[in-house]
């Protein structure tokens, strides 16, 4: 097993710029090979899908590439992979389409540790179907979400369980397999948020036991839209409200409109460029996506061990990220200090660590943080350990004014 970090970056364009990103958790940078998957689709020709003219077909075949490289990513079948704006659009287009067969009484079960587009979109649907809304809290002393906090809100009225694999703000990784075990013990459906998990881990759809799992292309290394994953018949017994004339095949009758093949282009890229990470792989692209996953998640602990041992040696600083399993995410706050007055500092030093609560509003106020959050600091593939070492000296330098 093999990473070259300094082969990686030199795949970054925006690296040149000077900035030592820690922003991936929002949105990572992009490689020059998906830059030019979507230069390349955009400069062919490009027309509806079909099989005659050649812009058809580079339409086509644009699509269906994409959904076979994400089935590969995910641990899905290509024929459940569902495209759209963006997972916040999905989880809405999804919620709606759900709560059609919900009526009063049924209950849907949301957590405190997700993200706001796998909370409001479940809320706002069971309001409109005269559901009840369930909360699953979690400890805020350890950011830990667990089976007892899922089981204490579950009943035999369930219909379905959301849930984040990953906490964007805090790194929490939920044991979501055995989440999605309970929920279908009482007979529901698991909607599982994975925009920041997929980042980070290699995907297996069918071990997670997610009826759903939903990721963003952009936040490793891809384009911005988003993507879905459901077993194929599972889609066909759901109805979305469409156009007359669009078409009722799965997965196509959830894609709204012509899709964005540009972007679809630059997510096979970027699913391929993630094979690359460990370039002594071999198999199957699934295969090289282990190793590569497996060699990333190794760079990624190496250089949040360096972070951790580096914050223990500053005072001041309070470290909300404690769960015992979670991404390489740490949110920090100071005392007697504003983290938006230390993300300005940073920025001015070339740093990028931004503060918020990055729509994880539930889970910022149940840390007693409010609505303003904390300063994050989150790992993507082409960060090193110089990028952690200006982060630990701008931090230090910042707690010294």
């Not at 922003?23 to 689709?41: E, H, S, W, Y």
């Not at 706002?124 to 002393?141: I, K």
Request: charged letters at 20%; proline letters at 5%.
């Amino acid at each position: 097993m093999t990473y070259d970090i300094t082969a990686i970056r030199s795949q970054f364009p925006a690296l040149t710029a000077g900035t030592a990103h820690f922003d991936g958790p929002g949105g990572t940078q992009t490689p020059q090979p998906v830059i030019r998957a979507v230069a390349d689709a955009l400069s062919n020709p490009l027309s509806n899908r079909g099989q005659v003219a050649p812009g058809e077909r580079n339409a086509d075949t644009i699509v269906t590439g994409a959904r076979r490289a994400m089935a590969d990513l995910l641990g899905a079948d290509p024929t459940g992979i569902v495209f759209g704006r963006s997972a916040t659009q999905l989880a809405y287009d999804f919620s709606r389409t759900l709560a059609k067969t919900w009526q009063p009484g049924d209950e849907v079960v949301v957590t405190r540790l997700d993200h706001d587009a796998n909370i409001r979109p479940w809320v706002q649907a069971a309001a409109s179907a005269g559901a009840t809304v369930r909360w699953a809290d979690f400890d805020p002393a350890t950011g830990e979400l667990t089976l007892d906090d899922i089981r204490a809100v579950l009943s035999r009225r369930t219909r379905l369980v959301a849930v984040t694999a990953a906490s964007n703000l805090i790194g929490t990784r939920p044991a979501v397999a055995e989440i999605s075990r309970l929920a279908h013990e009482a007979g529901a459906l698991s909607y599982v948020d994975g925009v920041h998990y997929a980042a980070h881990t290699l995907v297996d759809l069918e071990g997670l036991g997610a009826d759903f799992f939903a990721c963003s292309p952009y936040k490793f290394l891809g384009p911005h839209h988003g993507v879905l994953a459901a077993r194929p018949e599972l889609l066909e017994t759901l109805w979305p409200d469409k156009l007359l004339p669009s078409t009722n095949a799965v997965p196509e009758r959830f894609e709204l409109g012509t899709l964005p093949y540009e972007l679809l282009a630059g997510t096979t890229a970027a699913v391929d460029f993630l094979t690359r990470l460990d370039p002594d792989a071999t198999g199957t692209r699934r295969q090289r996506l282990a190793a590569a996953f497996a060699a990333l998640e190794a760079h990624e602990h190496s250089l949040r061990t360096q972070i951790d041992k580096g914050l223990s040696s500053l005072e001041g600083i309070t470290i909300h990220s404690r769960a015992a399993d979670r991404t390489p995410t740490l949110l920090l706050t100071f005392e007697g200090r504003s983290t938006t007055d230390a993300y300005r500092f940073l920025a001015e030093r070339g740093v990028h660590a931004p503060s918020g609560s990055f729509y994880a509003i539930e889970a910022s106020r149940r840390l007693g943080l409010g609505d303003t959050g904390g300063l994050r600091m989150g790992l993507a593939p082409y960060n090193s350990t110089e990028d952690v070492d200006r982060l630990l000296t701008g931090l230090s330098e910042f707690l010294m004014l």
